[in-house]
């Protein structure tokens, strides 16, 4: 390869056209992101597209090119089911090749450590267990299909709001053992071709030129053998390249292409080696050679009703039943009329906004101007998919009378209520890319609305589309509520299969729900208001306590729980036993449907005492579909790490007794069985 070569493939350009940029060349896939190919020794392309939650065509500029636009990450992460994120994956990457694309920008798995963040969304909830293994089975079904994954974004970017100067300021060892050990394994899993960094700094240096996290961690520390690209515009000088950074991505969105010129001029005046640009360059080819991604790309049909049922399987999987008091599943015959009201839901379903948004199969029912102040958020649309609740309850419920009302005259749709047999209110919470909530609560009055509802008709029940956990201050007052998150194209029918019964519900929180923003390690993201370029410095001071290890620390009661999840049928753990094989700790019980109906459980195992502390840490996961009365044994092989501190130069399982508990939830667990533990060291 000739120098002029090897600096082709280290940026990438924006494949969008952009209000003060240069156009991208005219035969260009307009897409997020290209990096030119070598013929002469048949480089290909590398042609980038987001794909977290289907493959996006950017702001439509893809005349008439449409995608199957999944539910949100955690409706995935709710589903507990590693074989359905494989799944998603195969259907991702399957789409990318079809459409032309062998680079997915897909795979973002930053922990949830605060409610407010307005990719949450995208994510894959609170727990780096559940978010690894997801994370990595959907990248190793894509990568199946010939193109290259990536994980993002590495680390901490976890709030929007100043995500370009905010300092994320975290202790060694609880990085470790919280979002890192998320992406250790998820690389472990999906061996991913790429990494993508994030936007922010953390301990004082960017993501794009942290060499401790890029190099040191990322490539020695796990031997990572792919490359890191930078988030779009997140670089910030040609030193990156030194501190691990391989590819700077969307290059004319920085300051400057600093991996051509400036890179260029570091190279002869010797302060970059030539074996790091060897090193570099390696790393990117590896992965496309790996990934089967030189494979040519031809365009051809795509399966998309195959594809809808896995859009349709992650939203009915994933829906989480809150609470019910018997009201669902909802009875067909000889019942009355039903009030359906908000959320739009007589033609849509709520789809999270930014980078991650697809322009679905179904078609899109409403896109409404918002006019968010800065970022993406200028150009933003609440956009709804055109996949009503109501239509499928109709088809559901064929001798029920649905009829639907806006809300947005609270005291005319409570008359309304009143004359109604039943109530579903579909409550909406509209998070996206570059804004963070500003609280828990519903926006736009919704709180007060149900109350009305709920007063004037006590048969109301609510289904939450929102992007993050939200305030129930109405709880008591309904009969039942369903979390839907985001559901996608087919969240419609998804809602109405779980509300009718055909589906028995089975998701679990992949969040914890605060029962208020004082109980959270922050109530409010910090400098949410202050305008973009402000620095910022963030303190994660709980440390690994993500989440339900937070409320587990500290005694306190949530509105609910992380791994909270109703069904309409019962489960009975049976028969707990630890045993060491060899090197392996291994957990067997039994899991038994108690009840009428065929129903999925998931038994979450939780460590709570570790060589004599007292912890809370999901060790693992499972989801068991049973049919009535039937019994299936279950085992779990639990990763060291989960069990171990990190202890500076790798981890540490000290001797001990430890202690596991099957739950229901982080918060309701069974009984506690031990086991005695040797010391062991791992390395990192
Ligand atoms: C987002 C990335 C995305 C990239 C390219 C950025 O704004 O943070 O997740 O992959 O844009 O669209």
């Given at each position: 390869m000739s120098d002029d070569e090897r600096f082709q493939l280290l940026h990438g350009r924006l494949a969008i056209p952009w209000p003060g940029l240069p156009s991208p060349p005219a035969h260009w896939k307009i897409s997020s992101g290209r990096v030119p190919g070598i013929p002469r020794l048949d480089i290909p392309d590398l042609a980038e597209t987001d794909a977290s939650l289907g493959i996006i065509n950017p702001f439509g500029l893809r005349e008439g090119d449409v995608a199957t636009a999944l539910p949100a990450g955690q409706a995935l992460a709710a589903t507990f089911n590693a074989k359905l994120a494989h799944d998603s994956g195969v259907m991702l990457g399957a789409e990318a090749r079809a459409k032309?694309?062998?680079?997915?920008?897909g795979g973002g798995l930053n922990l949830a450590r605060d409610f407010y963040c307005g990719r949450n969304f995208e994510y894959l909830g609170e727990d780096p267990l559940l978010a690894g293994v997801l994370a990595g089975e959907s990248v190793r079904g894509s990568q199946s299909q010939g193109v290259i994954a990536t994980v993002k974004h590495?680390?901490?970017?976890?709030?929007?709001?100043?995500r370009d100067t905010l300092d994320a300021r975290i202790d060694e060892t609880a990085h470790r053992e919280s979002d890192l050990l998320a992406f250790q394994i998820a690389i472990e899993r999906g061996q991913p071709g790429a990494v993508m960094g994030a936007y922010n700094r953390i301990n004082g240096e960017h993501a794009s030129s942290n060499a401790h996290l890029l190099t040191s961690v990322l490539k020695q520390d796990w031997g990572y053998p792919g490359w890191v690209m930078s988030d779009w515009g997140a670089v910030h000088s040609v030193e990156s390249f030194n501190a691990g950074l391989d590819q700077q991505s969307g290059a004319t969105l920085d300051r400057q292409i600093w991996f051509d010129g400036p890179l260029r001029e570091e190279l002869a005046a010797g302060r970059v080696s030539r074996a790091r640009l060897s090193d570099a360059v390696r790393r990117i080819l590896r992965s496309v050679y790996a990934a089967g991604a030189d494979r040519p790309l031809e365009e051809s049909a795509i399966d998309y009703v195959a594809h809808a049922q896995v859009a349709r399987a992650i939203a009915a999987q994933g829906m989480v039943l809150l609470k019910n008091d018997g009201v669902l599943p909802l009875s067909d015959a000889g019942a009355g009329p039903v009030l359906v009201v908000g959320g739009q839901a007589h033609i849509g379903v709520l789809a999270g906004y930014g980078s991650s948004m697809v322009t679905p199969v179904c078609g899109v029912a409403a896109s409404i101007p918002v006019g968010a102040p800065s970022g993406f958020g200028q150009r933003s649309r609440q956009v709804y998919f055109a996949s009503s609740p109501m239509e499928a309850l109709r088809n559901a419920l064929p001798h029920r009378q649905f009829s639907y009302d806006s809300g947005y005259f609270p005291q005319t749709t409570a008359a309304r209520a009143a004359h109604a047999s039943l109530v579903i209110v579909f409550a909406t919470q509209w998070q996206g890319e570059s804004m963070d909530a500003d609280s828990l609560t519903l926006p736009q009055g919704q709180d007060a609305l149900i109350a009305a509802i709920a007063q004037a008709n006590p048969n109301t029940l609510v289904v939450l589309q929102t992007g993050n956990p939200v305030r129930m201050p109405w709880l008591k007052q309904v009969r039942a509520v369903l979390q839907?998150?985001?559901?996608?194209?087919?969240g419609g029918a998804a809602i109405a299969d779980v509300l009718s019964g055909r589906v028995n519900p089975s998701g679990r929180l992949p969040v914890t729900f605060p029962?208020?923003?004082?109980?959270?390690?922050?109530a409010r993201a910090p400098g949410l208001g202050a305008p973009d370029g402000k620095s910022l410095t963030v303190n994660y001071f709980e440390g690994s306590d993500v989440g339900y290890r937070w409320y587990a620390k500290h005694g306190l009661r949530p509105l609910f729980a992380f791994g909270h999840g109703l069904s309409y049928t019962h489960f009975k753990h049976l028969g707990l036993k630890l045993a060491l094989e060899g090197n392996t700790l291994v957990a067997r019980f039994e899991v038994e449907n108690i009840g009428e109906r065929l129903g999925a459980d998931v038994p979450q195992l939780y460590l709570v005492e570790a060589a004599g502390q007292p912890v809370r840490r999901l060790v693992g996961f499972e989801r068991v579909e049973l049919q009535p009365g039937e019994r299936r044994a279950v085992q779990m092989t639990i990763d060291v790490r989960l069990l171990a501190r990190w202890e500076g130069e790798g981890w540490s399982q000290h001797a001990g007794r430890y202690r596991f508990a099957l739950g229901r939830s982080a918060l309701k667990i069974g009984r506690r069985v031990g086991i005695v533990l040797p010391q062991r060291t791992l390395p990192p």
């Open positions: 032309g694309f062998n680079v997915l920008l590495y680390s901490l970017n976890v709030q929007e709001t100043l839907a998150w985001y559901p996608g194209q087919e029962l208020a923003e004082s109980q959270a390690p922050r």
